[in-house]
C-alpha cells in the first residue's frame, strides 16, 4: 500500500504464474512449456535477426508474421492480429471487444487471468459452473451476457469441446463477441478458426508458448472477422504501436513456416500424454480426458497438496490450484518420455510411504 498508487491498484488481486524455480536436476511440468524446443530453424531466424539493424524500430504492424499466420491458418492477413504474448493479445480483447453493457460470462473453472483482466478493465462477469464432469455446457450459456470467453481446450481441466458445439454457441449468441482461446489447440482438439468466415463476432486466440515452443519469445495471435480485427488494431495503436520487436517477428515467422517440426513435437506431446495418463491410471488416478499438453488428475487416497509437496522434495515440480472444486488435482505438463518416468517412479514411491493408514496430518 502507498499513497503514490492510483486508487484501482490498492485492489487488484494479480494473476500469480507457475514458479520458474532455479533447482538442479529439475523435471518441471509445471507451465505447460514445450518439453522439445523451438524448430531450429526458428532460432536460426532469431540468431540472424541480431544485427545492426535493432538500433530501427521493428514494421509496426508484423505483416510477414501475419501472412505466414494466415498461410498456415487458411485465412487472410488482415484477419490476423498478433501480439507480444497471447496475454497481451488477451489484454487488448478485455479492452477493444469484452467490455460491454451486459456482464461478460466465463466458466467458473477456467483460465485464471479472466477474472484478473475484468478486475483491472472494469469488466463486470457472469461466472457459469462447469457441469460435475467438469465440462463446459453451450447450453449454460443465457443471454443475459455481453460477451464469453473461455479456453478449448479449457484450462486447467484439459477437456476440449467439439467444434459443432462452437458453433452451436455461436448460432445462440450471433449479436455478442464470443472469444476462444485456442492456446492448446495443437494437441488434437478441432479449431474453430474455419468457422470465423460465417460468424463475424468469432475470435479466436493462439499462442506460440506451448505448441511451437517459444515461451521465452512471448508472441501471441488474434483470428477472426475485419471487423473485430479492426478494434484490436485501434486498441493497439493506443497502446503499444510496435508490440513485437524484430528479433520475435523473424523467430515466430520462420516457426510458422516450418510445419514439419511443429507436427512432429505436437504427435510426440500427445503420444505421451497417452501413455502417462495410462500409467496413472492404472496407480489409482483419476485423470480427465485431456486434449492438451496437461492432464488433471486427483487421487482417491491421498490428497493433492501432499502429493504436491513430496514430488517438490525430489525436484519435480508440477501445478496445484488452492481453489475450491479443483484443490484435489494436481495439473501436470507433458515432458519427455524420460521426464514422465521419473514422475511415474516418484509417484510410486510416494502414494506407498504416503499410505492414508501412515499419514501423520
Ligand atoms: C498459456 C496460456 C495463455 C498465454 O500464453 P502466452 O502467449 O504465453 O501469454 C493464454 N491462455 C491460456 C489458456 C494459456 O494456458
Not at 97 to 107: D, S, V
Not at 184 to 190: I, K, L, P, T
Not at 292 to 299: D, L, P, Q
Amino acid at each position: 500500500m502507498s499513497r503514490f498508487w492510483s486508487p484501482l491498484v490498492h485492489d487488484l488481486k494479480p494473476y500469480v504464474a507457475g514458479e520458474q524455480p532455479v533447482m538442479a536436476d529439475i523435471v518441471k511440468l509445471n507451465t505447460n512449456e514445450s518439453p522439445y524446443g523451438p524448430s531450429p530453424r526458428a532460432l536460426e531466424a532469431i540468431q540472424a535477426a541480431a544485427t545492426d539493424a535493432l538500433r530501427l524500430y521493428p514494421e509496426p504492424t508484423s505483416l510477414k508474421l501475419r501472412e505466414a499466420i494466415a498461410k498456415r491458418e487458411g485465412v487472410k492477413p488482415d484477419q490476423v492480429f498478433v501480439g507480444n504474448s497471447s496475454d497481451e493479445v488477451l489484454a487488448l480483447v478485455f479492452q477493444a471487444l469484452l467490455k460491454q453493457e451486459k456482464p461478460l460470462a466465463f466458466p467458473d473453472i477456467t483460465y485464471s487471468f479472466y477474472p484478473v483482466w475484468s478486475q483491472l478493465f472494469g469488466v463486470t462477469t457472469k461466472i457459469v459452473p462447469l457441469d460435475a464432469a467438469m465440462r463446459i455446457n453451450v447450453a449454460d450459456y443465457g443471454d443475459d451476457c455481453g460477451a464469453i470467453i473461455f479456453a478449448n481446450p479449457n484450462a486447467p481441466t484439459g477437456i476440449a469441446l467439439p467444434r459443432a458445439e462452437i458453433e452451436k454457441l455461436l448460432q445462440a449468441h450471433p449479436d455478442i463477441p464470443v472469444v476462444i482461446d485456442e492456446a492448446y489447440v495443437d494437441f488434437g482438439a478441432e479449431s474453430a478458426v474455419r468457422l470465423i468466415d460465417r460468424y463475424p463476432n468469432l475470435l479466436v486466440t493462439h499462442t506460440l508458448s506451448k505448441s511451437r515452443a517459444l515461451a521465452g519469445l512471448r508472441v501471441g495471435v488474434a483470428i477472426g472477422s475485419r471487423d473485430l480485427i479492426d478494434a484490436l488494431e485501434r486498441v493497439k495503436d493506443s497502446f503499444n504501436s510496435y508490440p513485437l520487436d524484430r528479433i520475435a517477428q523473424a523467430g515466430a515467422t520462420a516457426a510458422y513456416e516450418d510445419e514439419e517440426w511443429f507436427q512432429a513435437s505436437c504427435a510426440k506431446v500427445i503420444a505421451s500424454r497417452e501413455r502417462l495418463t495410462a500409467e496413472l491410471l492404472a496407480l489409482g488416478f483419476d485423470v480427465l480426458p485431456s486434449k492438451a499438453n496437461f492432464i488433471f488428475a486427483s487421487h482417491p487416497a491421498h490428497k493433492a497438496a501432499d502429493i504436491f509437496k513430496a514430488l517438490r522434495g525430489r525436484a519435480i515440480i508440477v501445478r496445484w490450484f488452492d481453489k475450491p472444486r479443483i484443490s484435489d488435482r494436481l495439473r501436470i505438463s507433458i515432458g519427455t518420455d524420460a521426464e514422465c518416468d521419473r514422475l511415474v517412479g516418484a509417484l510410486r514411491e510416494i502414494l506407498r510411504w504416503n499410505e492414508p493408514g501412515r499419514r501423520t496430518d
